[in-house]
């Protein structure tokens, strides 16, 4: 990160017309979730079911979800924690340890301020203060709905959480009772950041706004055409708020003067789904659909175009392809690769596919469920995969529903995964 930095100095004293932005390439899936540790590494989690480290020429590979990796936080101690949709809370000390499972996807985390607790938010609607050291885990009680976002107070005094319900709501560390309502938003509250004395969050309306942390009173709202708000970020040395949307938009406010900074057009194609500032708030740090994370100068936002897209298969347009790869591409180009040898991506590469037994391809960690199976990949068991859904034909592995509800369309899938997955 070291390295990144002095690069970036040295860029920042370049025109505007040879400067570029950075990039980390690496992931094999979107990017989901960034933080920076206190030492100045960027860390990154992936659909790949990773976490990236990103100290030196080549990323680390933090292994062990057996699903994407959706949350990312780190201890005050500067250990880097995280959640994914296999309902787990992964703990990456001296020795990387599952610390708890929660009976849905993990969407958030956050450390308390005294580096006791790494509280988690999932969709189970539960929220759940797992301890760093010694004591056993702590449930607290029930938020209404699924948990989008969970945040600390500065100091410490409250935790605060954001619920697909539209709920913003405030837990009292010392008693941790039914948490208080601050704001009943009506749609789903999916990012927060709480300040010294305010919240800010973002809603799948699109609704940004900024509200008194104990009344829930307004204090400026940011809201613009564009949904849903997907990522939020606070730099609070330099006062800088970041907002990412649907729409591939940042939006930098200013939280001194409550004011719009900067809105910059960050991606090409897709969402903004993380942001993280550089430890100097000179630096913008972004993921979403692309399995890159692109690097700015915040300063210099307003000179660049949108980032990303470029050559991706699964941004091409669809008339230039034929039906099967159509299908393939929206189905499961995501997941999976195509090429012989090891793959990022979250599912193992399809290369080779016919004739082999699931669950036997080396150096790719499936589902338990998989371990003995009896099922061979060929048109038959390929066709019967996106007829019923890997849910229904292989319950509990880690594909994703996916249904292809046309025969012909089955059918050509198979056809081009024949050829595709053959070629040398």
């Not at 509250?189 to 010294?196: K, M, Q």
């Not at 994370?293 to 990303?308: C, E, K, N, S």
Request: with cysteine.
């Amino acid at each position: 990160m070291r390295h990144l930095l002095s690069s970036l100095m040295l860029c920042l004293a370049l025109p505007a017309a040879a400067q570029d932005f950075n990039t980390y390439k690496g992931h094999g899936g979107p990017v989901m979730g960034l933080v920076v540790t206190e030492d100045g590494t960027l860390a990154s989690a992936s659909f790949d079911n990773s976490v990236g480290v990103w100290d030196g020429p080549e990323p680390r590979w933090l292994e062990g979800h057996d699903a994407a990796v959706t949350a990312i936080a780190q201890g005050t101690d500067g250990t880097l924690i995280s959640g994914g949709d296999d309902f787990a809370v992964w703990h990456w000390g001296d020795t990387p340890r599952k610390i708890g499972q929660h009976k849905g996807k993990v969407t958030s985390l956050a450390a308390s301020p005294d580096g006791t607790f790494i509280a988690s938010g999932s969709w189970d609607g539960d929220i759940v203060l797992w301890p760093l050291a010694q004591g056993e885990a702590m449930t607290l009680p029930y938020a209404g709905a699924g948990v989008n976002a969970v945040a600390y107070t500065p100091d410490g005094k409250a935790l605060f959480a954001a619920t697909s319900k539209g709920d913003l709501l405030r837990y009292d560390v010392q008693t941790m009772d039914t948490p208080r309502p601050v704001v009943r938003h009506g749609f789903g509250i999916n990012r927060l950041h709480v300040g010294d004395g305010w919240v800010a969050y973002g809603a799948v309306d699109g609704g940004t706004r900024v509200v008194d942390a104990d009344t829930g009173a307004q204090i400026a709202d940011f809201t613009l055409d564009r949904r849903p708000i997907l990522a939020l970020t606070h730099h609070a040395a330099t006062g800088q708020l970041a907002i990412g949307d649907g729409e591939g938009h940042i939006m930098m406010v200013d939280t001194n003067s409550w004011r719009i900074s900067r809105d910059f057009r960050a991606m090409r194609a897709g969402p903004v789904w993380a942001l993280a500032f550089s430890q100097d708030g000179a630096i913008i740090h972004a993921g979403g659909i692309d399995d890159v994370i692109y690097a700015w100068p915040v300063a210099l936002l307003d000179t660049y175009d949108p980032a990303g897209g470029e050559g991706r298969s699964f941004l091409r347009d669809a008339a230039t392809m034929s039906n099967g790869e159509r299908q393939f591409m929206r189905k499961c180009s995501i997941c999976h690769s195509l090429d012989a040898g090891p793959s990022r991506k979250a599912g193992p590469t399809l290369h080779g596919i016919f004739g082999r037994r699931a669950g036997t391809l080396p150096d790719y960690r499936f589902s338990p469920i998989l371990d003995g199976s009896a099922i061979v990949w060929d048109e038959t068991t390929i066709d019967a995969l996106f007829d019923e859904g890997p849910d229904h034909y292989i319950p509990g592995s880690k594909m994703p529903m996916q249904v292809i509800a046309q025969p012909q369309d089955r059918a050509d899938l198979i056809a081009f995964l024949r050829t595709a997955t053959n070629k040398e």
